[in-house]
């Protein structure tokens, strides 16, 4: 993971499912360094939003739409990128990494 030249030491708060799912990222994927799982989630976090933003936007000017599904339903990724959605956890998901 590429470093930044400088950091900053933030104090937050998070819930204790959201803090196993972390500790979960860390140990599977960053050689247990927590603070390297936080900062790719807010690098995903990041990159999501730029995504989305973007999506919207075509939408909003260029009149993009995914197209629809066999089943001429509207596909997931129209439903992620085009809503304001609060997410709320699950009971497994600490477990999702």
Known sequence: MARADKT????VRVSE???R???NVAEAHHNGN????????VDDAW???????EYRAMRQHEGFRFPRNDDDLTR???LLLGW????TWDEDDEKRV
């Open 21 to 23: 799912w972390l500790r």
């Open 8 to 11: 900053v030491v933030l104090n």
């Open 17 to 19: 499912r959201q803090a």
């Open 84 to 87: 304001d959605l609060t997410l």
């Open 47 to 53: 990159m999501f939003r730029q995504v989305r933003d």
């Open 34 to 41: 927590l603070s390297e799982a936080v900062r790719q989630s």
């Open 76 to 78: 997931p990724i129209e």
